[in-house]
Antibody, heavy 122, light 111 residues
Framework: ELQLVESGGALVQPGGSLRLSCAAF????????MHWVRQVPGKGLEWVSL????????FYADSVQGRFTISRDNSKNSLFLQMNNLRSEDTALYFC???????????????WGQGTPVTVSS | QSVLTQPPSTSGTPGQRVTISCSGT????????VTWLQQLPGTAPKVLIY???QRPSGVPDRFSGSKSGTSASLAISGLQSEDEADYFC????????????FGGGTKLTVL
């Protein structure tokens, strides 16, 4: 069964750092690009970042550019999001999302994890 | 302000057909696949429609998607109480450096 399982969310102080992980099961991980998407409870969905199947290209939302780094380890079927200099507005539930394509062909997204919560507060 | 435009809310009675619109531009809906997501309260989003009009296995055929130019629509026929949820559209946007863009979401109420 295909599954995406996020972990690493926590309460962190403003200016702090956190590393999120997403473990993929049930499919060939390096056949797909991957995204991180976040959502403040009760609000809409906000795209955070994309990484291509081989990690050769990465894309970021303006709101996180220069602070967040997306990466992947295909040998371990894992996706990561390193978040530095966290701000209160980064507080959200962070989802790991599979892209249907390998790069950014615009094929759309399909599977979502259950999310991991990040709270930035003093 | 979301890049894709959806109505904030809609409603219908059981058995009725409702549609939810999603308006974009040439750089997103006009040139890329549209995904429709359903989010039930307290759960992660689930894909209802991918590639603008394709249903994943397990999604009832009451749900259908269409796309024309820079707009897309989700139709739900034979409305059921369990369809009460938030619905989002999404598409890759080729402008600037590229990004995945979402609609603001439509809250569907089953009366």
């Amino acid at each position: 069964e295909l599954q995406l399982v996020e972990s690493g969310g926590a309460l962190v102080q403003p200016g702090g750092s956190l590393r999120l992980s997403c473990a993929a099961f049930g499919y060939t991980f390096d056949d797909h690009a991957m995204h991180w998407v976040r959502q403040v409870p009760g609000k809409g969905l906000e795209w955070v970042s994309l990484i291509t199947w081989d990690g050769s290209s990465t894309f970021y939302a303006d709101s996180v550019q220069g602070r967040f780094t997306i990466s992947r380890d295909n040998s371990k079927n894992s996706l990561f999001l390193q978040m530095n200099n966290l701000r209160s507005e980064d507080t959200a539930l962070y989802f790991c999302v599979r892209d249907r394509g390998t790069y950014y062909e615009g094929m759309g997204i399909d599977y979502w994890g259950q999310g991991t919560p990040v709270t930035v507060s003093s | 302000q979301s890049v894709l435009t959806q109505p904030p809310s809609t409603s219908g009675t059981p058995g009725q057909r409702v549609t939810i619109s999603c308006s974009g531009t040439n750089s997103n809906i006009g040139s890329n696949a549209v995904t429709w997501l359903q989010q039930l309260p307290g759960t992660a989003p689930k894909v209802l429609i991918y590639d603008s009009n394709q249903r994943p296995s397990g999604v009832p055929d009451r749900f259908s998607g269409s796309k024309s130019g820079t707009s897309a629509s989700l139709a739900i026929s034979g409305l059921q109480s369990e369809d009460e949820a938030d619905y989002f559209c999404a598409a890759w946007d080729d402008s600037l450096n590229g990004s995945l863009v979402f609609g603001g979401g439509t809250k569907l109420t089953v009366l």
